[in-house]
């Protein structure tokens, strides 16, 4: 079956840091890969995504490369901020004639300390 | 963006009792609701797919009389956790599809609910 499997957290970080955050995939096809966060009292919201090998998503300073030779999808930030602290889901789709259903990832909690 | 409401975002309940999840789209109106739970450290996981005035289509493993699903508006889904057990405590989040949900953009999540049950 298809699964998704992302680094455990919590992370700390101090502002300005690079950030990374693994994710790697398992999926019978070929699979849309994405990124939510969901920041403190919100629901998830998509931060990017890439339908296809060797897409890159970027959205917010957020990148992740969708990489099928090695099935993963990492978030990388060059300078993190405050406000980048959430929870981050990697969760990859599966189209299947119409039968599409999220998975999601474990969510990795990040914090960004002043 | 489209805003989908979930509440309570937190609840404790004795164990046997029925507690209730609502999952309201504020701003459009959602032709399809997903309920998701996590348990600590894992994933989550898709529980059910309701469309407005049908019958939910639960996943595998799911216990559809435990899970209670009612989606019957466009705006409003809910769900009840029928005489709670502590093994049901869990994180439980909804999220809303417009015109079907068949792509993603077009999901909206609610801020998840805690349950405890004791």
């Known amino acids: 079956g298809n699964s998704v499997t992302q680094m455990e957290g919590p992370v700390t970080l101090s502002e300005e840091a690079f950030l990374t955050i693994n994710c790697t995939y398992t999926a019978t096809g070929y699979p849309s890969l994405f990124w939510y966060v969901q920041y403190p009292g919100e629901g998830l919201q998509l931060l990017l995504k890439?339908?296809?090998?060797?897409d890159k998503g970027s959205n917010k300073g957020f990148e992740a490369t969708y990489r099928k030779e090695t099935t993963s999808f990492h978030l990388e930030k060059g300078s993190v901020q405050v406000s980048d602290s959430a929870v981050y889901f990697c969760?990859?789709?599966?189209?299947?004639?119409?039968?599409?259903?999220?998975?999601f990832g474990t969510g990795t909690r990040l914090t960004i300390i002043p | 963006g489209a805003v989908v409401s979930q509440h309570p975002s937190w609840v404790i309940c004795k164990s046997g009792t029925s507690v209730k999840i609502e999952c309201r789209s504020l701003d459009f109106q959602a032709t399809t609701m997903f309920w998701y739970r996590q348990f600590p450290k894992q994933s989550l996981m898709l529980m059910a797919t309701?469309?407005?005035?049908?019958?939910?289509?639960?996943e595998q493993g799911v216990e559809k009389d435990k899970f209670l699903i009612n989606h019957a508006s466009l705006t409003l889904s809910t769900l009840t956790v029928t005489s709670a057990h502590p093994e049901d405590s869990s994180f439980y989040i909804c999220?809303?599809?417009?015109?079907?949900?068949?792509?993603?953009?077009?999901?909206?999540f609610g801020s998840g609910t805690q349950l405890s049950v004791l």
């Open positions: 969760a990859l789709i599966l189209t299947n004639f119409g039968n599409e259903k999220l998975t």
């Open positions: 890439a339908t296809k090998a060797d």
């Open positions: 999220s809303a599809g417009w015109q079907g949900g068949s792509t993603n953009e077009k999901l909206f």
């Open positions: 309701s469309n407005e005035g049908s019958k939910a289509t639960y």
